[in-house]
């Protein structure tokens, strides 16, 4: 079984703010891939089905970002399950530009307080991410402290340069789906 785990906070004033870009990509997959419609399912939205021959699982915690690896805790997850192999998280990283993606197998979490939490749950930081940016205040020439930025949603450009990525997200999750984590890298860095 392969699981995507999407980072953001739960509830309508977060939805469309850029914490909240790995769900977008989320709901993105679940209708490229046919997938059913998200439903609550023990403290995460979850869609499951099949996709290019595997089971897949899609998760978005229904905790606030600084506390997603809450889901992984109590997630019954297959014997087998590898978090290097079969683990991929979709995230936000105000380190890019927004719209630009980047894919890695193991690092640290940053300044990102949901990644932490990812790692202090799994103890490890081997487990693919595929990181969509979403810029920094000082790069737009807002004087904001970096929560207010994440928590606020992006400008129309912004915005839209997020969602021109996806389709090539989308390309990114189905190689690591078919060929692995390396093998993402090497094509969509």
């Known amino acids: 079984?392969?699981?995507?785990?999407?980072?953001?906070?739960?509830?309508?004033e977060y939805r469309d703010t850029r914490h909240n870009v790995g769900w977008w990509l989320a709901d993105r997959l679940v209708t490229a891939w046919s997938l059913p419609p998200f439903r609550s399912d023990d403290g995460a939205a979850v869609s499951r089905g099949e996709v290019r021959?595997?089971?897949?699982?899609?998760?978005?915690?229904?905790?606030?970002?600084?506390?997603?690896?809450?889901?992984?805790?109590?997630?019954?997850?297959?014997?087998?399950?590898?978090p290097e192999r079969d683990l991929l998280v979709l995230v936000d990283d105000v380190d890019l530009d927004p719209g630009d993606l980047r894919i890695r197998a193991r690092g640290s979490a940053g300044g990102h307080r949901g990644m932490r939490s990812v790692e202090a749950a799994l103890e490890t930081q081997g487990y693919g991410r595929l990181r969509i940016g979403v810029g920094r205040p000082g790069d737009a020439g807002i004087d904001v402290d970096l929560a207010s930025w994440v928590?606020?949603?992006p400008s129309d450009a912004e915005e839209e340069r997020i969602l021109a990525a996806f389709d090539r997200a989308v390309r990114a999750a189905e190689c690591w789906l078919d060929r692995g984590i390396e093998e993402a890298m090497n094509r969509f860095n």
């Open 1 to 12: 079984m392969k699981l995507l785990v999407a980072l953001g906070n739960p509830g309508d």
């Open 53 to 82: 021959g595997r089971a897949v699982r899609l998760l978005k915690p229904l905790t606030f970002v600084n506390r997603s690896g809450d889901v992984f805790r109590d997630r019954r997850l297959p014997d087998d399950f590898d």
């Open 151 to 153: 928590l606020a949603p």
